[in-house]
């Protein structure tokens, strides 16, 4: 079965700082890989997605993402992070084959100090 | 604008009391799926529709929980004899077509609270 971790589960960080959030996925073949964010009181919104090509893929606000398939990893970063920033972050992955259900981590709640 | 409306978007009931939800996708999907989210974790996946079938059930959904699509477009979730357990956001969420099955990209609606006392 398809499972993902997310090993950091609280951030605390000053404005400015870099980020890179954990997350890592067990599952043997070919899939797709998503970060999702989640500001206070809102939906989930899609940050970023990896299909297929160049591992490191960019996403919406300055947020990057890359994908080692050798670790079965997908850790998103971030050069410079903002209080804006503040949200919950979730990794997800679903398999190629199937219905395109995704699988979540538990999510890393971030929060910028200003 | 998340492509798909839900309601009630809070829910406060007591316990054993029947709720249900519906899902309105903005336009026409196939495709259309139900997640269960609680505090601190991340949504985990509840049922799939193509078009009005049902295809697939995960075992979180007990058989106090009914999913339909009877016409392929809007759903409805319905949860009978409601505990304090079942308190959680639900959400629903429709792909966004990039280009073949694999391509796919779900998208999810601003969910509905339960809370139930």
């Known amino acids: 079965a398809q499972s993902v971790s997310q090993h950091n589960h609280h951030v605390i960080l000053s404005e400015a700082a870099s980020l890179e959030l954990g997350c890592n996925y067990s599952?043997?073949?070919?899939?797709?890989l998503f970060w999702y964010v989640q500001y206070p009181g809102q939906h989930l919104q899609l940050l970023l997605k990896?299909?297929?090509?160049?591992?490191l893929v960019k996403g919406i606000k300055g947020f990057e993402a890359e994908f080692i398939k050798s670790k079965f990893s997908f850790n998103l970063r971030k050069p410079s992070v903002q209080w804006s920033d503040t949200a919950e972050y979730f990794c997800a992955v679903n398999a190629i084959s199937g219905y395109n259900k995704l699988i979540f981590g538990a999510g890393t709640r971030l929060a910028v100090h200003p | 604008d998340t492509g798909v409306s839900q309601n009630p978007r809070h829910k406060i009931t007591k316990r054993g009391q029947n709720v249900t939800f519906r899902c309105d996708p903005i336009?026409?999907?196939?495709?259309l799926y139900w997640y269960r989210q609680t505090l601190g974790q991340g949504p985990e996946f509840l049922t799939y529709?193509?078009?009005?079938?049902?295809?697939?059930k995960s075992r979180l959904l007990s058989d106090r929980f009914s999913a339909e699509r009877p016409k392929g477009s809007f759903s409805t979730l319905e949860i009978q004899r409601t505990e304090q357990g079942d308190s959680a956001m639900y959400l629903c969420a429709i792909p966004h077509a990039t280009g073949g099955l694999s391509g796919n990209t779900i998208y999810f609606g601003e969910g509905s609270w339960l809370t139930v006392v």
């Open positions: 599952y043997g073949g070919t899939v797709n």
């Open positions: 990896y299909f297929s090509g160049d591992p």
């Open positions: 336009s026409e999907h196939n495709r």
């Open positions: 529709f193509q078009n009005e079938a049902q295809l697939e």
